[in-house]
């Protein structure tokens, strides 16, 4: 008689972020095999794209990643500015970095909530959502949506700065700041969480790298891997920022990392706020929207997301639509062959902890 | 008691049902991303006796966020069907109406309304957390007035449904 | 990023092309790609961040693509090779890149390419029950599926229309 069972966890199921399914083989309670199971939200957006007018695609790309679209937007450009030779205006390049770090720091907070759940507290996802919320309203008086902005677009920003919205936004800074406090005191330094996180979904640095890992998953390893530092966008090049490493590899140094770089948001923020030129344009002029012609040719953009390496791998044939666009994200590695080896060995209560330790974003990987 | 007649006894029970419903935690799609906020401190739809529950023998909405997509619709009929009575859909955003942005993609359904019955569609892409708490204010008094018996006609058309669900799910 | 340039046209077979700072482009023929690819993970290209293909009808080919990265050059890679689109095969690489195995899996399913050695290649991972052509190919007529599957909502006048008939 066979000791282990099949259970089916997801697509619904509150541990699963998002909708998304996992196949578990379990012995006791302890997990001997683990698959994944996508594409509950396949849109066929790569298809999607290719039927569709650059200036179109702008309205489906954010859709791609939900939790943080900004990335989209600002990879997708950056490949279409690639291709055409366009340059953008120096304010601009400040105006994507305020607008990515700010939607950097509300992926955090949402995945901070979801964490801290898994392990059975709520509180910090009731403040955290919260305080989320503060910073999308910073996003709809800016772009006029809370959670779809398509505010960076090729060329640019598609408009200016509303009159006092820096202050605005520093003064969400400084709240946020003194909020991470109360945040540290709750969840970071609690020994509960401590002891549980500690040791679990270990992984060691030549494991992250044989295996795809990038962004936070990597950078607990100890290795300061990040797009913003090595092939530099926007106006991370002026900014002083350093890559936070910790040496564990474990589900608690991912959070810490996490915890790490939402500081670093807040102060790229600040910095980008006090460095951004004051006056000028923020959109090159291109061509009329309906008759951007870009040239054949192929390019990888990439972008820092939350959760890693964000990419556009796009071909270019001359027309007014792109030829094929391919969409890296982060999580595809980190689901496929990162959480179906961690998973096997683990037990059942830690299944979606680890999953939310590794930030696994569902739409990324369906597309 | 023993007079009661049955209208009168409808009009209370669904009274009642209306202070406490009980959804559905499924994120089918992305509007799943405007619940969190919906869910705590700002919005707190709890104020209305809402609260989002895990199991679909216990909820009585099924809120279906955003975009179908064929795999995903296999779910939610089994879901839906699993659900007990009295049981309301909503369908959120424009993808469930109409297909959204999603018009040519072979892989997403165009209307939710052919293979399940649903009560309240919001539209808006999307809907802000003001819009979906409204929205379950619009459902409630669609429940006192008795007009939310979309699973009374799911039971009634059940030919017209599985036909419409048989067709694409194959 | 010279020194890695220089060290990447001595790969068997490669032609390199720089297309801009920190991208290289290297085309390889289908018989030397696992080379290649093994050559590039020696000199340090060590992830892979994406692999798919390009459908390139009129020359009736499949461009496959790798997207590496090399971490310490800080350099991106991307591999391609052409394969004919009659006989759409290509071995796998899931040896030398490790996630190149759910890569392989969404191109079987998503363009028919077959990959060989790849156990999982040609289950099914993200479409549910699909038959008939893979819809990333080109000639997959998106719309016409669409139509053919699903029906649109009419607006309002419509339907008032179709009553009065």
Redesign the interface.
Known sequence: MSKSYELFIG????GIP??FSLHLELEGDTIISAKGD???????F???M??RLYIQNL??IP?IC??EPDINEAGYSMAIE?LMGVEIPERAKYIRTIVLELARTTAYL?WM?GYAASLGLYTL???A??D??YA?DMFSELTGA???HMYIWPGGVRRDLPEGWEEEVLGYVKYLRDKLVDYDNLFFKNAMFIHRAKGIAKITQEQA????A?GPVLKATG?A?DVRK??PYAAYPYLDFDVPTLTEGDSWARAIVRRFEIDNSLSLIEQAIKKIPKKGPVWTKMPNPFKWYVPA????A?VESARG?H?F?M?GDGTGKP??V?V?GAS??HM??IAEKLLVGARLADASHILLSLDICP?EI?R | MDKMTEEQYRAISNMLRKRSLWM???????G???L??T????YDMERFGIV?Y?T?RQADILLVTG?V?I??LR?IVT?YEQMLDPKYVIGFGSCPINGG??W?????IKQLDKYIPVDLYIAG??P?PEAVISSFRHLMDLIDKGQANGYRRYKENYEYYEKNQRKVLG | MTGIVDKVKQVDGAAVTV??D??I?VDVSKDKLTGALYSMKLLGF?????M?A??RIEDGQFEI?Y?L?N?KE?V?G?VRTRISRDKAEIETVEKI???A???ERELTE?FGIKVLGNSDSGKP????NWKGQP??R?D?D??GYVNSHYEFRHSAEEETEGKDE
Not at chain 1, 38 to 44: D, F, K, S, T, V
Not at chain 1, 297 to 300: D, L
Not at chain 2, 39 to 42: A, D, E, G, K, P
Not at chain 3, 125 to 128: G, H, R, T
Request: proline share 9%; with cysteine; aromatic share 14%.
């Open positions: 697509p619904n199921h509150p998002g909708n996508p594409g509950y939200l396949h849109r066929a790569e298809k999607g290719e039927n309205a489906l859709r939900v939790p690639d949402l909530g996802g009731q403040w959502t919260g989320r919320d999308i809370r959670v779809y790298l044989e295996w795809g990038t290795i891997q090595d092939d040719g192929e390019t990888y990439k390496e990419g791998y071909v030829y094929r391919s890296r595809t590695p496929f062959t739409p369906d | 559905l935690h499924y994120c089918t799609g992305c799943a991303m405007e969190p906020p869910m705590t401190s700002r989002p895990v679909p975009y997509n795999k995903t779910r879901v942005v999603y040519d993609s072979y892989s997403v892409c999307m802000r | 297309q801009r920190n991208r482009f060590n992830q892979l961040s994406i798919s390009v459908d693509f997207v990265y971490y800080k991106n991307v890149y490790t996630p195995h759910t890569y998503m991972f993200i479409l549910e819809p990333m080109k997959f998106s719309v």
